[in-house]
């Protein structure tokens, strides 16, 4: 992007005469003054003030006309205007004198008439970028002199860009990313093209051998279209490239060699491909950021790749490449990603002899040896990742002094001896040493750093008490100390807590303290497999948050206090501890088996209510005007109205009360002209009252075993619970109908699409961001509102396709109550089918079995995802969720994940987005432990800046 901007730049026509500079006499030519006059109406006069000078106005420049006698207008920006009138252009278009004109970053749909357009014969400069045109690209032909021409980030269609852009004689730089241009890629362009970005569209085939006769090409930019086969080994004709980008593609085959001929060569980028073969060992001798990851390049990487002067980025993640890491660094190296190979040998001492390291991840090899103290001499290292290797020996205490580590990952190695003090790490925000060999005590002062938010030491041999200090940390929101042999009483514990806190399989006594009731954010406690005594104390009744509590073998006694019904309690083991009463997910669990006496209990006392509930639905029916004659008019023709065998009011307001007719809702889904809606598990109707008032009728598509509707007083019960809710983001049921074989559930209708429609409709507009916002609040305050219920609501299916809206940014999350009346274990399929749409799913669910707040944080996490890119949550069968991960995984690419038709809107705009994209690639982080819970991510989306 930023050479894209320099070349805009380099092509602009010279700098006229400023506002300032524009001599007081001669004035502007009289025909154009009148013309930007007229022009202000319409632009608005906040931005053209009619009263002052039109060569003073922002984004005019003015020149003098060849005569000398007057000023003439040659340049006019107006980006990011909010202008979407047509009408400026047909105006603007009479200024014959005009040489460059930017209209990006505004809302047009239609440029009208080009073909009486005065400007087309002098016009050099067109930027229309980030606005809504999908009219023919031939309409554009007319402009014979452009130099400069970006249309990028619109919505162009079309399959054979050679007919269109052959008119264009003097074009030196076309843009046209970010549309939805097929075909093959064009090479009808004149021979002085020196910038060509076609990235963002739906061009197939392979690269044309007539790319290569552009001699004087110096950006090619082909990312993230289809395109197959091998690269031509023609570059030694372009010897003016300066940077290659082809991420995103099926290429296959070799890197050519004749990339080495190009000594200008500053950028190439081949990620997310199919390349095989070796890496070539010279390709480094002029590129400074290289881009060769998620690829399948084998061999060995030559022992000068790093090592020549100006190299800046390397990634070479996830290959085959084998053999040592090469001894010599470029002293301006910076990011070095080496990870997912099957590199060997020793980390080499010289690794930072450059001292310009900021980020080295070696993760994922077969490497051997000790980690070099010298690593410590890369004093601007941020991110160190050396994990799932097999490193030995003890970590260096030069590691300690590196003050701008912010992640230490040393996990799954033979690491062994004492755990250094870490004290000086004051940057340190996530420490993962775990599955090692480290003996010895926790450092006291590695809870004193301030900015400590993850600690995992589990699997090691680490004895001693949990040191006090733990109290006073002030991040930490995820401890794991499990598998060592840690002795001693349970200190207490840092509020900041929320994730997870797992001290299982240690040597721990005493008593559960009772302090860990104020640890009110946590998700999930496990204090399995220690030598805990005495009862649990009724304090833990305060973690609101928590779904999981394992207190599994202990010497426990008393009883479990009771909790709200969603959270999973294990007990087994304490022969002394008996279940508490009230609490329905108390049963002793193994983590393996589970026995669902709950669900035998609820039947039981299902069965003894029904008299009472039916006696209750009676009344009901008699106060709400339940009871209707069977009438058949406006019925279509062979189709019959279900028969209503029981419905019920559930909403209190009498405005809905008096205008709800159930026979009439049973009649418009007897009419499937009605449909407006099918998901899954249901079907939406439109039904209109006799008072003339809307609503929806969802059907659920109970011919499926899995739907418990059978038991129909249970299916009342659990949809008037969820009628009593009240949130505007969230779509609460006013009334049911029980029919002999289905079940309807009635709403108001607000009905204006859904999110999926919004963004990836076939006629839908490109969303912008502060909507896009909206709509993500809107979720997060629904969700968190559920998660928060006293009985706390999950949803079995979060997607784009399930959440309706009321607008444009007004959302309200649907399917609520399908967790409470689907059984997954009477479906035939595992129960991730059963759980979600594909994309969605949290890929715990696969193995789990079990609905969780950490799922929907996940599928959460996805919407964020589709918002901010604006693609769906599959793409040629690649999860969105983790194409984003491992993009985001290298932090030079997280640009891409962006959809750069709206995060270029503004500075604000896109520095906003890249915090909300933080928070959902946390969403979607591949442990449910590690997931937010959702009221932090409220929190932090309402703080996202």
């Not at 080496?338 to 690794?351: A, D, E, M, V």
């Not at 400590?452 to 002030?474: A, K, R, W, Y």
Request: some cysteine.
């Amino acid at each position: 992007m930023l050479v894209l901007l320099f070349f805009l730049f380099l092509f602009h026509p010279a700098p006229m005469a400023s506002a300032a500079d524009a001599p007081s006499s001669p004035e502007l030519d009289k025909t154009q003054n009148s013309i930007m006059t007229n022009l202000s109406s319409i632009v608005g006069t906040n931005t053209w003030n009619s009263t002052i000078p039109v060569c003073n106005w922002p984004g005019v420049t003015c020149s003098r006309s060849g005569s000398g006698s007057s000023l003439v207008v040659t340049n006019i920006k107006l980006s990011n205007c909010g202008m979407s009138n047509k009408s400026i252009f047909a105006s603007i278009c009479s200024i014959d004198t005009l040489q460059s004109l930017d209209l990006s970053r505004n809302s047009f749909t239609d440029l009208g008439d080009l073909t009486s357009c005065r400007m087309k014969e002098g016009l050099r400069s067109l930027n229309l970028s980030s606005n809504r045109l999908s009219q023919p690209l031939s309409d554009l032909s007319q402009f014979l002199q452009l130099e400069v021409l970006d249309l990028s980030i619109n919505h162009f269609t079309g399959g054979n860009l050679n007919t269109y852009l052959s008119s264009f004689r003097n074009l030196r730089s076309l843009n046209l990313s970010f549309n939805s241009f097929s075909g093959d890629v064009p090479t009808s362009m004149v021979g002085s093209l020196a910038e060509l970005v076609l990235s963002g569209n739906q061009l197939s085939g392979s690269i044309p051998q007539g790319v290569f006769s552009y001699k004087n090409l110096t950006l090619l930019d082909l990312r993230q279209n289809y395109l197959i086969g091998s690269i031509p080994n023609k570059f030694n004709n372009i010897s003016k490239l300066e940077s290659l980008i082809l991420s995103g593609n099926n290429l296959t085959g070799q890197i050519p060699l004749s990339l080495l001929h190009v000594t200008t060569l500053s950028r190439f980028a081949a990620n997310q491909n199919n390349f095989t073969g070796p890496i070539p060992s010279n390709i480094t001798n002029h590129v400074s950021m290289l881009d060769l990851s998620y690829n399948s390049l084998s061999g060995k990487i030559a022992p000068d790749f790093l090592s020549h002067p100006g190299l800046q980025t390397v990634d070479l993640t996830s290959n085959m490449l084998e053999g040592a890491i090469p001894r010599n660094l470029s002293r301006s190296l910076y990011r070095l990603r080496l990870g997912g190979n099957r590199l060997s040998g020793i980390i080499p001492s010289s690794i930072c002899d450059g001292r310009g390291l900021t980020y080295l991840e070696l993760n994922n090899n077969q490497l051997t040896g000790n980690i070099p103290s010298e690593l410590g001499n890369c004093k601007n290292l941020s991110l160190l990742s050396l994990p799932s290797n097999k490193l030995q020996g003890l970590v260096p205490d030069a590691i300690s002094s590196l003050d701008k580590l912010v992640v230490l990952n040393l996990q799954n190695n033979s690491l062994s001896g004492r755990i250094p003090n870490f004290s000086d790490l004051r940057s340190l925000s996530t420490l993962n040493l775990s599955h090692n060999s480290f003996t010895g005590q926790i450092p006291y002062g590695i809870f004193q750093l301030q900015k400590l938010s993850t600690l995992d030491l589990q699997g090691n041999n680490i004895s001693g008490d949990i040191p006090v200090s733990i109290s006073s940390s002030q991040s930490l929101i995820e401890l794991n100390l499990a598998n060592n042999v840690l002795t001693g009483t349970i200190p207490t514990m840092p509020t900041t807590l929320s994730t997870s806190l797992n001290l299982s399989h240690n040597n721990l006594s005493g008593s559960i303290p009772s302090s860990l009731g104020n640890l009110i954010e946590l998700e999930i406690l496990d204090l399995s497999y220690n030598g805990l005594s005495g009862e649990v104390p009724s304090s833990l009744r305060n973690l609101q948050s928590l779904t999981q509590l394992v207190l599994s073998y202990n010497d426990l006694s008393g009883s479990v206090p009771s909790f709200h019904q969603n959270v999973e309690i294990s007990t087994v083991g304490n022969p002394g501890l008996t279940n508490g009463t009230g609490n329905n997910n108390d049963t002793p669990t193994t983590g393996k088996k589970k026995m669902h006496i709950v669900v035998i209990i609820v039947f039981s006392i299902a069965g003894a209510l029904v008299g009472l509930c039916l006696l209750a639905a009676a009344v009901m029916m008699l106060l709400s005007k339940i009871i209707y004659r069977v009438e058949d008019e406006g019925l279509p023709a062979g189709e019959s109205v279900p028969q209503i065998r029981n419905g019920c009011l559930i909403t209190m307001n009498s405005i809905h009360t008096s205008a709800i007719e159930f026979m009439k809702a049973m009649e418009a889904v007897s009419n499937h002209q009605n449909i407006f809606l099918k998901t899954r598990f249901c079907t939406y109707y439109k039904a209109v009252m006799p008072n003339g008032t809307t609503y929806s009728v969802k059907k659920l598509n109970s011919s499926d075993k899995i739907f418990q509707i059978g038991n129909q007083e249970k299916f009342a019960r659990e949809i008037e619970v969820l009628g009593k809710l009240t949130n505007s983001n969230v779509m609460v049921p006013m009334a049911y109908i029980l029919t002999v074989g289905s079940a309807y559930l009635i709403y108001e209708h607000a009905y204006k699409g859904t999110v999926s429609d919004l963004l990836h409709g076939v006629q839908s507009d490109v969303i912008d961001w502060p909507s896009r916002y909206s709509i993500a609040l809107g979720v997060a305050q629904g969700l968190t509102f559920l998660h928060g219920c006293t009985q706390p609501v999950l949803l079995l299916d979060l997607s784009t396709r399930t959440i309706h809206l009321k607008s444009k940014n007004e959302p309200q999350i649907g399917d609520i109550e399908l967790y409470k009346i689907i059984d997954p274990s009477r479906s035939t399929g595992s129960f991730s089918t059963i759980a979600g749409t594909v994309g969605y799913i949290p890929p715990e669910y696969a193995y789990t079995m079990r609905l969780t707040m950490a799922g929907n944080v996940y599928s959460f996490g996805v919407i964020l995802l589709e918002l901010l890119t604006g693609k769906p949550s599959v793409t040629h069968g690649i999860e969105l969720a983790k194409w984003a991960l491992s993009l985001s995984a290298r932090p030079d690419q997280r640009e891409q994940i962006l959809d750069t038709r709206i995060s270029g809107a503004s500075i604000a705009v896109h520095s906003q987005m890249l915090s909300v994209l933080n928070i959902a690639l946390a969403c979607v982080a591949f442990s449910p432990d590690a997931r937010p819970k959702m009221r932090n991510v409220l929190r932090m989306l309402f703080n996202a800046k």
